[in-house]
C-alpha cells in the first residue's frame, strides 16, 4: 500500500522534478525569497529533496505552500529554472492529493473555483460563507471579523443574490477542461 | 487612445473605489475604455492551486470576448493579478503552438475564438508609457505640494514577464507621482511581496511581511498601490498590526488612480477616499478634495 502511494506521488512529482534538474544548490532562491524565514524547508532543500527523489519528505514538508508568488527566485536563479511554477506544481500536486493537513490551502482556492463555476465571476461573501462552512472551524469566522466589520462599514460587502444568478454558466468551460486534462 | 477594459473580481467587489477612480481618471485624460461583455473571472491565484489548463482557459475566454468587440488591439487591467493571468495566456497562447488550439476547443462552444492579436497591458503600463508624465502634468489643476508618496508596485505587474519596468527596481510610478507635485518617498519596499492570499490562509507570515513594509513606510504621508490584493493587505490590517507591534503604523493608503484623481481636481464621487479601509482622508485633508465619511 505505502509503495504504491510512493509510487504514485513519484509519477505526479516527475514532471516538477524535471523542472529543477538543472539545479546547481547555489542557494539564490532561498536567500530571495521573502518566505523562506518562515518554511521549515526553503526553496533550495526542496529542489534537493526532489532531485534526490525523496517524494514523502517533500510533502511533509509542505513549505511550497508558503510560497505567495512573488516571482523573485525565477528572475534570479541562473539556470533560469521557472522556479514559482514548480512551487504551484507542488500545490497543484497537493490539492489533488487532497491531503487533510494542507487543508486551508487547499480549501480556500477550491471554495474560490466553486463560486467562479457557479456565477463567472467571484462573489466574494458567498466565497468567505463557503470556505468558513468548510473548514468547519468554529473559530476561524472571528479570524475575519475585523475585516469583515471594516468592509461592512464602507458596504463593500455584498448580501445581495448574485446578479448573473447561480446559473452554473461556466459549467461547459469547467467540463471541456476537465475533459482535455483527462484524455489519455 | 482605445482599451478594453478588463476590470475583474475585485474592482467590482471590496475595491471599487479603484475601479471608479480608474474610470474617471482616463476619462480626464481623454482615453476611451470599452468593459469587455460578459466578462468572467480570470482565476485569480486559485486557478494554478486547481488544474494547470484552468488557470489558463479562464484568462484565455476574456482574451477571446475581447477579441470579439472590435479591432483595438490592448487590453487594460488595472489588477495586477488579473493582468498577470490574461498576460500568461497570452504569451502561452503565442509561443506555446499546441496551447492555442486547445484554449479554443474550451470554449468554442461559446462561439468564442483567440487569435492572439491581444496585447494584455497594465494600467501602470499605460499611464506610464502610452499616456505619460507630461500629459498628467499639463493637466493637474490641484497639486499635492509637500505630500510624500511611497510607491508601492507589488510583484506581479513586475515579475515574471519585464514588460514595462524594471522587474526588482521599479520607477514607473516616479514621474507619475511628481507630475502630481508631490514628492517620491524613498524607501527599498517597492518590489517587495505584500504576501499575497497569505493573509487568509497563513496570517502569521502575511502580517510579518505587511509589518515591514509599514514599518519602511514610516515618514511617508502615504502608500500608493497599483493591485488590489496589496492595497487590502496593506491597510485592511493596519490596526491590528499597530497593536502587535505597540507603535502606531497606520498610514493613508491610496490606489495610484486616486492620487492621480485628486491632483487632476475631480470630485469625491469620483476617486472615492471615503471607501478606503485606511485614513484616505487624512491625506487628501488640506488639498481640494476632503472625504466625506
Ligand atoms: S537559484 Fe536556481 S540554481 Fe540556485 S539553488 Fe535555486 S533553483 Fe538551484
Ligand atoms: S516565488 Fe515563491 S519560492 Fe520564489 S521567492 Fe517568491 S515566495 Fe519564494
Redesign the pocket.
Same mark, same amino acid.
Do not use: D
Given at each position: 500500500m505505502k509503495d504504491a502511494e510512493n509510487v504514485q506521488l513519484a509519477e505526479a512529482l516527475a514532471p516538477i522534478r524535471d523542472m529543477v534538474k538543472a539545479c546547481i544548490q547555489c542557494g539564490t532562491?532561498s536567500a530571495?525569497?521573502?518566505?523562506?524565514f518562515a518554511m521549515a524547508d526553503t526553496?533550495r532543500r526542496l529542489w534537493r529533496m526532489l532531485q534526490a527523489g525523496e517524494v514523502q519528505m517533500v510533502l511533509k514538508s509542505g513549505s511550497f505552500t508558503l510560497?505567495?508568488?512573488?516571482? @523573485?527566485? @525565477?528572475l534570479r536563479c541562473p539556470r533560469g529554472l521557472p522556479? @514559482?511554477d514548480a512551487?504551484s506544481a507542488l500545490k497543484q500536486v497537493v490539492a489533488h492529493q487532497d491531503a487533510l493537513r494542507f487543508a486551508s490551502t487547499t480549501l480556500f482556492y477550491r471554495k474560490f473555483m466553486e463560486s467562479v463555476r457557479r456565477h463567472g465571476r467571484v462573489r466574494e461573501t458567498e466565497f468567505m460563507c463557503l470556505y468558513l462552512t468548510a473548514m468547519k472551524n468554529p473559530l476561524l469566522p472571528f479570524q475575519f471579523a475585523p475585516l469583515g466589520l471594516k468592509l461592512f462599514s464602507r458596504k463593500k460587502l455584498d448580501f445581495r443574490p448574485p446578479s448573473k444568478g447561480g446559473d452554473a454558466r461556466m459549467d461547459a468551460l469547467f467540463q471541456k477542461v476537465h475533459e482535455l486534462e483527462n484524455a489519455p | 487612445m482605445k482599451y478594453l477594459y478588463y476590470p475583474g473580481c475585485s474592482l467590482e467587489g471590496t475595491s471599487r473605489e479603484y475601479d471608479i477612480s480608474t474610470r474617471s481618471v482616463l476619462k480626464a485624460l481623454d482615453v476611451e475604455l470599452t468593459e469587455i461583455p460578459d466578462w468572467t473571472c480570470c482565476g485569480a491565484s486559485a486557478a494554478a492551486s486547481v488544474s494547470a489548463l484552468l488557470s489558463l482557459a479562464l484568462p484565455a475566454r476574456n482574451i477571446a470576448a475581447a477579441e470579439a468587440v472590435s479591432d483595438v488591439n490592448d487590453i487594460l487591467a488595472p489588477c495586477s493579478a488579473c493582468y498577470l493571468n490574461l498576460k500568461r495566456a497570452e504569451e502561452e497562447a503565442r509561443h506555446g503552438a499546441e496551447m492555442l488550439p486547445r484554449l479554443n476547443a474550451v470554449f468554442e462552444s461559446e462561439g468564442l475564438k483567440m487569435t492572439g492579436r491581444m496585447r494584455v497591458r497594465h494600467l501602470l503600463d499605460v499611464l506610464s508609457q502610452d499616456i505619460g508624465a507630461d500629459r498628467i502634468r499639463r493637466n493637474v489643476s490641484h497639486p499635492l505640494s509637500g505630500k510624500r508618496v511611497a510607491p508601492y508596485y507589488g510583484c506581479q505587474c513586475l515579475r515574471p514577464y519585464r514588460v514595462f519596468d524594471n522587474p526588482e527596481k521599479p520607477v514607473s510610478m516616479n514621474a507619475l507621482i511628481e507630475a502630481t507635485g508631490a514628492q517620491v518617498f524613498p524607501w527599498h519596499m517597492g518590489a517587495a511581496?505584500c504576501g499575497a492570499s497569505h493573509m487568509n490562509t497563513h496570517a502569521a507570515v502575511g502580517t510579518s511581511l505587511v509589518t515591514a513594509i509599514l514599518k519602511a513606510a514610516r515618514g511617508a504621508d502615504a502608500i500608493v498601490t497599483v493591485c488590489p490584493m496589496c492595497h487590502m493587505n496593506l491597510e485592511a490590517y493596519q490596526d491590528k498590526i499597530s497593536q502587535n507591534c505597540h507603535d502606531n503604523l497606520r498610514i493613508p493608503v491610496v490606489y495610484l488612480s486616486q492620487l492621480l484623481g485628486m491632483a487632476l481636481g475631480l470630485s469625491e464621487t469620483d476617486i472615492r477616499l471615503d471607501m478606503n479601509l485606511s485614513e484616505a482622508a487624512v491625506f487628501s485633508a488640506g488639498s481640494s478634495i476632503v472625504a466625506v465619511r
Open positions: 532562491c530571495s525569497c521573502p518566505n523562506a526553496p510560497c505567495s508568488a512573488c516571482y @523573485t527566485c @525565477t522556479l @514559482t512551487m | 511581496c
